[in-house]
């Protein structure tokens, strides 16, 4: 890390993050340091292990070892306000370590309606059975929101731009009323990472990404990070040792060669997807783009106020009835896998079903019903990766062809 008094730029900080000599000694990356046991010279540095607990102190493989501590040391550091970060097997397990670091039997959470479908099931399934009661919220009606709030509620789960359809909300707002209430607030960060919504500078208590997504970047990797400033962070690594979560030093190795070339990627893959948007926006197969890099998006202002930058993962729906017309478009599509994830650096196209993960806000909402969507329209999401733009675009087109000629 720079150590003159102006903090680094994101891209130099992805670069520079986590790589002083103490993890790297003379070579350039974190070498990848396999082990169970560590060593002690004698039983007095056994001792002062065992009672200290932090990252670069040797003690057992399941509290890492250089490579990993690196890792978290690189994703705190790229994360404005954080004090540290702990690194889980998946995003699913950071999204349980992260829950279940702040709630207990009793209490009551807020969760955004429109949150990553797992979150969902966690609220509705491990969380109800540990005792803990969820309410689905509509994160663009923040009235409703702040009249949910009871003496038991203890946490908010935020995700913002929301899951399938990229509402984006006003997170500052919502954060606030949570503090203001004594309420811990998380956030699903994983669309914008901490490179484009710092969001512990944005209010939020606690910042979750799926690492498998952006941080990895090559769709060969599954990882999760929570990082918190100095009051979370804490709860954070307690419970999450005590799951016994811990990440293999080779995948922590990918995670970070990731790192390096994120911002390029995410700058990249944000620019094409821009193109592509504007592109879809205007033909006649399609109703509505869901994307909140598009101007006159809904959620384009709070955009453009709160994040510093995007991503290429966004939604659209098709203005054909034909039952069909997901299936035809995206079997039509070559530079296109049919896959789950996203933030690789390949292209991916997938059916979505947006009115099958809602509680209580409207699919579509009024202003998508306005312009002819249905419940029953087709609607697509594209994960766009680091191909030339305008070979999507002709891909795009051809399978549209298709889609006209049945
Ligand atoms: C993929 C995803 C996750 C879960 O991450 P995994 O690493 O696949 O477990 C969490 N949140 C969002 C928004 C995601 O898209």
């Not at 509290?63 to 889980?88: D, F, K, N, S």
């Not at 207990?104 to 969760?111: A, E, F, H, Q």
Request: glycine share 8%.
């Amino acid at each position: 890390m720079a150590q003159d008094d102006k903090p680094a730029k994101p891209a130099t900080r992805v670069v520079e993050a986590g790589r002083g000599p103490k993890w790297t000694g003379r070579v350039v990356n974190p070498p990848v340091w396999r082990a169970s046991t560590h060593l002690y010279a004698n039983e007095a540095e056994r001792k002062a292990a065992l009672k200290s607990n932090q990252d670069g102190e040797f003690f057992y493989g399941r509290r890492g070892a250089p490579t990993q501590w690196a890792l978290a040391e690189a994703l705190t550091e790229i994360e404005p306000g954080a004090h540290g970060t702990v690194i889980y097997p998946s995003g699913v397990s950071a999204i349980a370590g992260a829950l279940l670091s702040v709630l207990k039997p009793g209490d009551v959470l807020l969760i955004t309606d429109n949150a990553y479908d797992p979150s969902r099931a966690m609220a509705t399934g491990l969380l109800k059975r540990l005792g803990v009661e969820s309410r689905f919220f509509d994160p663009l009606d923040i009235t409703a929101y702040e009249a949910l709030f009871c003496d038991r509620t203890k946490a908010v789960w935020l995700e913002s731009p929301g899951s399938l359809t990229m509402e984006v909300c006003d997170v500052p707002a919502l954060a606030a009323i949570a503090r203001d209430k004594s309420a811990v607030s998380l956030i699903d960060n994983t669309w914008a990472s901490s490179l484009g919504f710092p969001a512990l500078e944005r209010g939020c208590d606690i910042s979750v990404m799926s690492l498998s997504k952006h941080v990895g970047g090559h769709s060969d990797l599954m990882m999760g990070s929570a990082s918190a400033g100095e009051r979370y962070y804490r709860a954070l690594r307690r419970t999450g040792q005590q799951l016994g979560n811990v990440v293999s030093p080779d995948d922590a190795a990918l995670a970070a060669r990731g790192l390096r070339t994120m911002k390029l990627r995410l700058d990249q893959s944000s620019s094409s997807a821009l193109q592509i948007v504007e592109w879809l926006d205007a033909q006649p197969q399609v109703s509505a783009v869901m994307c909140p890099m598009l101007p006159g998006d809904l959620g384009h202002d709070l955009w453009r106020r709160d994040f510093t930058g995007g991503c290429g993962l966004f939604s659209f729906v098709l203005s054909s009835e034909n039952p069909d017309a997901q299936a035809i478009v995206v079997d039509n599509l070559h530079h296109f896998g049919i896959g789950y994830s996203w933030g690789g650096f390949e292209s991916l196209a997938l059916p979505i079903f947006p009115g099958q993960y809602r509680d209580v806000m409207p699919w579509p909402p009024k202003n998508l019903a306005a312009i002819g969507v249905t419940g029953s329209s087709s609607a697509i999401r594209l994960s766009i990766g680091l191909e030339d733009p305008q070979d999507l675009i002709a891909d795009l087109a051809q399978a549209f062809e298709k889609l006209d000629q049945t």
